[in-house]
């Protein structure tokens, strides 16, 4: 039954994923259930039409989104996405996703997403930057250093970033450094902002790891999708001792048992644009990519790749969510069932935001922090998020996404509840 008039989401769809997360921690957030029905709306969505002129002179319209799912704690935060799957739909889950993740690391924001339902690899750069000054212009309504503050997602990246800043400054007509994470570095970004979502779901991983009494030396890592995310966390798992015994990208899935050469895969990532015909490697296919054992599995792609026939089939100890939303609800139940541990997207992957509010902080402050800094800072943060989720599984014996959700959502239901109802 939808509850909402305008999406019509199914029981796998992000939406309708997120739902029954909410559902499954309602039992557990006493009187302040009642204000659960707020995580179940977002506040506010704005769509944007988005026209270009493309080089050969014709003009071309795009829809895009910007969702403030919860403001109760502080400005919206969350990426912009440059995707042909966008919806509004997916863009809201995103959005509510952001909210418990800021939430589950305690810091001060609320939850938001944007998109663009676009592939932009069908874009040269000069309508790529045409189409991002605009879509900024359109949503530069609701956003703003003390609103809601985009970042990169998947296709986004520094660059886009600056165009951003950039467009934004010009329409208030002073430069605003901190509308924006994920800059680039001489514009106000910040120092390991680029690997922080990877770092964190390292770090994520290794606590996990710790926990179930799994040694980083010699265990067995697959990783699903190679961008930054999952490039990132491979290394420093790669780094740590582990194997990486299995990449899959758009572009193909290698194979090696005895662990893939991870400064190999980087430099035919970074000369090639993908992992697929990496030689280091036997090739597989798609679906066998989910059959080769492993002691962590970190799908690092989009929403719903792991769904309830592959989660039939996985044979790993702990699934290390680097992407948002990549385990269905059902598959959820599943995993759990087979006795698999699964560390929610809402803390593995909260690394890139946390980094984000360190650049906020330093563009706030104009002063700016070493890489040293930001990363034993970060490292501190989702240590101690993990242990509060961790205890938070424990005293309850609830899977670690409710838990992580009993977190995030009381910290949400709480500030909604001192504000009081307006009017
Ligand atoms: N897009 C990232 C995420 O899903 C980072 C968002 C941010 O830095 O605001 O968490």
Redesign the pocket.
């Known amino acids: 039954m939808p509850n909402l008039s305008y999406v019509n989401p199914s029981q796998n769809s992000p939406w309708g994923t997120y739902l029954s997360q909410v559902d499954r921690v309602v039992p557990y957030l006493g009187g302040l259930a009642r204000w659960a029905e707020t995580l179940r709306r977002p506040k506010r969505c704005l769509i944007v039409d988005i026209p270009i002129e493309l080089d050969d002179g014709s003009v071309a319209h795009y829809e895009g989104y910007r969702v403030q799912h919860n403001l109760s704690r502080g400005p919206g935060?969350?990426?912009i996405r440059f995707h042909p799957d966008v919806t509004l739909e997916e863009v809201m889950a995103?959005a509510a996703w952001?909210t418990v993740?800021t939430a589950a690391v305690n810091l001060p924001f609320g939850g938001a997403k944007g998109g663009i339902r676009i592939d932009p690899k069908q874009l040269s750069r000069k309508e790529l930057e045409r189409l991002t000054r605009r879509y900024t212009s359109e949503i530069g309504l609701i956003i703003g250093p003390d609103k809601d503050?985009?970042?990169?997602?998947v296709n986004t990246n520094a660059e886009i970033m600056a165009w951003m800043m950039d467009t934004y400054s010009m329409n208030v007509g002073s430069t605003a450094t901190g509308v924006v994470?994920?800059k680039p570095i001489p514009l106000g970004g910040s120092l390991g902002r680029v690997k922080a979502?990877g770092r964190g779901v390292f770090v994520v991983g290794r606590e996990a790891a710790r926990r179930q009494n799994l040694s980083l030396e010699g265990a067995r890592v697959a990783v699903q999708g190679f961008g930054n995310v999952g490039s990132s966390a491979a290394e420093l798992f790669a780094g740590n001792g582990a194997k990486i015994v299995a990449v899959q990208d758009h572009t193909g899935t290698v194979h090696n048992p005895n662990g893939l050469d991870i400064a190999g895969l980087m430099s035919e990532l970074h000369h090639k644009g993908g992992i697929g015909e990496f030689a280091g490697g036997e090739k597989i296919g798609v679906e066998e990519f989910w059959d080769v054992p492993s002691d962590l599995l970190i799908p690092a792609a989009l929403e719903g790749q792991l769904g309830l026939e592959r989660a039939k089939r996985v044979k790993t100890q702990i699934v290390l969510e680097g992407a948002?939303g990549p385990t269905t609800s059902d598959a959820d139940l599943m995993l759990a069932e087979r006795g698999i541990l699964v560390v929610p997207d809402v803390i593995a992957?909260?690394g890139?935001?946390t980094v984000?509010y360190f650049e906020w902080v330093q563009d706030f402050s104009s002063f700016f922090w070493t890489e040293d800094e930001i990363n034993v800072r970060l490292d501190r943060i989702m240590v101690e998020a993990f242990r509060r989720i961790w205890e938070t599984a424990d005293q309850h014996r609830i899977p670690l996404r409710t838990a992580a959700f009993v977190v995030g959502c009381t910290r949400v239901l709480q500030a909604r509840e001192e504000r009081g109802l307006y009017p």
Request: hydrophobic fraction near 30%; aromatic fraction near 0%.
């Open positions: 935060k969350g990426g995103l952001m993740k503050i985009p970042a990169p997602d994470t994920g979502t948002n992957n909260a890139g935001v984000s």
